[in-house]
């Protein structure tokens, strides 16, 4: 099974996501300024975005959530990692597609502001910061209640919402306003796979 990007990268979901299941993997390091000049990558992914999936058999997956519930429920059938039910295997989807289209966007503005990779004016920060505000809270408040996501056990659906807000850190974005949201992350991201 060949993951291509970088570990710096959003690769870097997918590369812990396979560190968890213990599978072993080709890591194609395509870096994310040269995703266009490489061959290799663009017949896996005509989008040219890492990361992707190949397998040996010839199957391709692109989207980093995607590619993460696929391995868990591929190879984590035996683990705690992939969904239990139709239930769990639908909360995990929803978490997914909500760290997605909630979180990702507003964070990564900030991240590359905070980076300097791509300053934002200061009504662009409040707006990322805004947007931030209401779905954080509403992660903060189910994490009061529990210790993980889904199903009382760290799972996929952890990883992938934990794998997107990991940025919180280099945007410097405070969480300390939301404990259970930054005590969670914390136990997530002290994981020895998502560290590998
Ligand atoms: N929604 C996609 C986003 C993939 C994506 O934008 N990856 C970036 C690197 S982190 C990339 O390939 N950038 C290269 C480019 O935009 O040319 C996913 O989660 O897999």
Not at 16 to 35: D, I, K, Q, S, Y
């Amino acid at each position: 099974m060949k993951i291509y990007g970088i570990p710096q990268s959003r690769a870097g979901r997918c590369l812990w996501m396979a560190r968890e299941l213990g599978l072993e993997h080709e890591n194609v390091p395509v870096h994310f300024r040269a995703t266009r000049e490489s061959p290799e990558l663009v017949k896996v992914n005509p989008n040219a975005r890492i990361p992707a999936l190949e397998e040996p058999g010839g199957f391709t997956l692109h989207e980093s959530m995607a590619i993460n519930l696929y391995l868990a429920k591929k190879h984590g059938a035996a683990t705690p990692l992939a969904p239990a039910s139709l239930e769990e295997d639908a909360l995990a989807t929803q978490w997914s597609f909500w760290v997605m289209t909630e979180i990702e966007k507003p964070l990564l503005t900030l991240l590359m502001n905070t980076l300097g990779m791509s300053p934002a004016t200061p009504d662009a920060v409040a707006k990322a910061e805004a947007d931030l505000a209401r779905p954080l809270d509403v992660l903060e408040a189910h994490l009061a209640g529990q210790d993980w996501l889904v199903g009382g056990r760290f799972t996929v659906a952890d990883l992938n919402v934990a794998s997107v807000l990991a940025w919180a850190r280099g945007a410097k974005l405070d969480l300390s306003a939301r404990p259970h949201v930054e005590a969670w992350l914390k136990r997530c991201l002290g994981r020895p796979a998502f560290k590998g």
